[in-house]
């Protein structure tokens, strides 16, 4: 080896393998060395694997705690028959008193229990009837048409209100309102769309005969418009009459809105 480097006066092995020559250090070829990026590698692997266990341990600590949480709780007491009673009694294990004292207990807290509960059912009832009148009258308001029989409006939510009760849905007003929301969308999103002068997903009734007249904004004696034809005042009188407009606020409301959406 001492020849062969001699001989070539490049290259000379050291002990541990590293070749040296030229006054220049270089990698034993050994495989015993690892470049720099390798290591790195390596350490950004094992901090990879670390972490991971590390979350790994948080999940099944929490695990761990919402079971022994779970175990810890107090169980409600098992109701205990008056046949399971009077057996006590008859062993001789509590008197005829406190057994007569439990069974009194047990009947007044599931009396509360059942009260608390069947008010919190009537309390939810009522406001799901709320929720439901207060969407249709929205929906009578903005979409008059879908009480009209022979309107297309109406043959719309016929058809959404059918597709419910055939999928299972009650025949019912919830479903209805849900009909209608099906069909139109949301009250607000309708709101919105007019405020901005865009076409809302109905067509309104209001122009019948001709614009406002002079004295809009007035009204006669029985709270209608001022300035109405016979023909439309009749017109908005069977409308109120079947519910479609609330009053002749509403109708005066609904006509303010179609004579700036045709400005």
């Not at 008859?90 to 008197?95: F, H, S």
């Not at 029985?222 to 023909?231: F, H, I, M, V, Y």
């Amino acid at each position: 080896m001492a020849d062969v480097a001699a001989g070539t006066g490049h290259t000379a092995l050291s002990e541990d393998g590293s070749q040296k020559g030229d006054g220049e250090w270089k990698p034993p070829s050994d495989g015993s060395w690892l470049p720099k990026v390798r290591v790195d590698e390596m350490v950004n692997d094992a901090k990879g694997q670390a972490s991971r266990a590390a979350a790994e341990a948080a999940e099944l600590r929490t695990r761990v705690a919402a079971l022994e949480a779970e175990k810890a709780a107090p169980k409600p007491e098992k109701p205990v028959s008056r046949s399971e009673l009077n057996q006590l009694v008859a062993d001789g294990k509590i008197t005829q008193d406190a057994a007569d004292a439990h069974w009194e207990r047990q009947v007044v807290e599931t009396a509360k229990r059942e009260g608390r509960a069947a008010a919190a059912d009537e309390v939810a009832g009522a406001r799901r009837a709320e929720t439901v009148t207060r969407q249709l009258d929205e929906y009578r308001q903005l979409m008059p048409a879908a009480w009209e029989v022979g309107a297309k409006e109406r043959a719309k939510v016929e058809k959404e209100f059918k597709a419910l009760v055939a999928m299972g849905f009650p025949d019912n007003k919830v479903t209805e309102v849900a009909a209608l929301r099906a069909a139109f969308g949301d009250p607000e999103v309708i709101r919105a769309s007019r405020s901005t002068g865009k076409t809302g997903p109905g067509e309104t009734h209001v122009d019948v005969g001709g614009g406002d007249r002079p004295g809009a904004g007035a009204t006669d004696a029985d709270g209608a418009p001022k300035g109405l034809t016979d023909r439309e005042k009749s017109y908005y009188t069977d409308k109120i009459n079947r519910g479609i407009y609330k009053d002749w606020k509403a109708v005066t409301e609904e006509r303010k809105f179609a004579k700036a959406k045709q400005a």
